[in-house]
């Protein structure tokens, strides 16, 4: 099955830095890699995703790349503020015969004035 | 309001007393799953559905049971709950394979 790497777990930037956050993947099926953000005591929210057939995707201040060679995403959030800290999930997905969609583990990301 | 609902959204319960928790949609979405969020672990799919009557194992099926009768719904059901089951319960719908999963505002279950 799908196997999802996702580094580092904890991330403590200054306000108006950046931010990235990195995630391999396993399974070379895999063709959908969305971006959930999860703020405290809420529940998780789409805020990027990116298909097999693009390289980079980018929406204001956040960008995702893919490089399916090396099989491995990240997430850059430019420009931090306050309200960007949350735990972020990268996940995988094969949208062919499998429907499972595989998170990795998480992470936390702390923006400090 | 487009939504994904969950109830209850705390339970405390004790070993071995069976137990449900709905989720319902009113996206009219086909997919539907069910994961647990533990620290460290990040999201673990238990369970999903393509559509009614067709469901299918997640990568931590072991200990819970799904049943999908109707398009909306899509309850999981504990057996025989033990400690090792406490945890956050999302529940999340999307309208196909691939698209963007919408959850539901979480369950903590607490198994004593």
């Known amino acids: 099955g799908e196997n999802v790497e996702q580094h580092p777990s904890t991330l403590s930037v200054q306000e108006g830095d950046s931010a990235v956050i990195k995630c391999t993947y396993s399974?070379?099926?895999?063709?959908?890699f969305p971006w959930y953000k999860q703020e405290l005591g809420k529940r998780p929210q789409l805020i990027i995703d990116?298909?097999?057939?693009?390289g980079e995707k980018k929406d204001q201040r956040i960008a995702v790349t893919l490089n399916k060679t090396a099989k491995h995403f990240s997430l850059h959030i430019t420009e931090t503020q306050p309200e960007d800290s949350a735990v972020y999930f990268c996940a995988a997905y094969e949208t062919g015969t499998a429907s499972k969609l595989t998170f990795g583990t998480g992470t936390r990301l702390q923006v400090t004035l | 309001e487009a939504q994904v609902t969950q109830n209850p959204r705390y339970l405390i319960t004790v070993t071995g007393k069976k137990l449900t928790v709905t989720c319902s949609q009113n996206m009219n979405h086909e997919y539907m799953s069910w994961y647990r969020q533990d620290p460290g672990l990040g999201l673990r799919q238990i369970y999903y559905s393509m559509n009614v009557e067709v469901t299918d194992k997640g990568d931590v099926p072991e200990g819970y049971k799904v049943s999908r009768k109707e398009k909306r719904n899509f309850p999981l059901i504990l057996e025989s709950p033990s400690p090792n089951q406490t945890s956050l319960y999302f529940c999340?719908?999307?309208?196909?394979?691939?698209?963007?999963?919408?959850f539901g505002p979480g369950t903590r279950l607490t198994v004593t």
């Open positions: 399974d070379s099926a895999s063709n959908y």
């Open positions: 990116i298909r097999s057939n693009v």
């Open positions: 999340a719908s999307s309208l196909s394979n691939g698209g963007e999963q919408y």
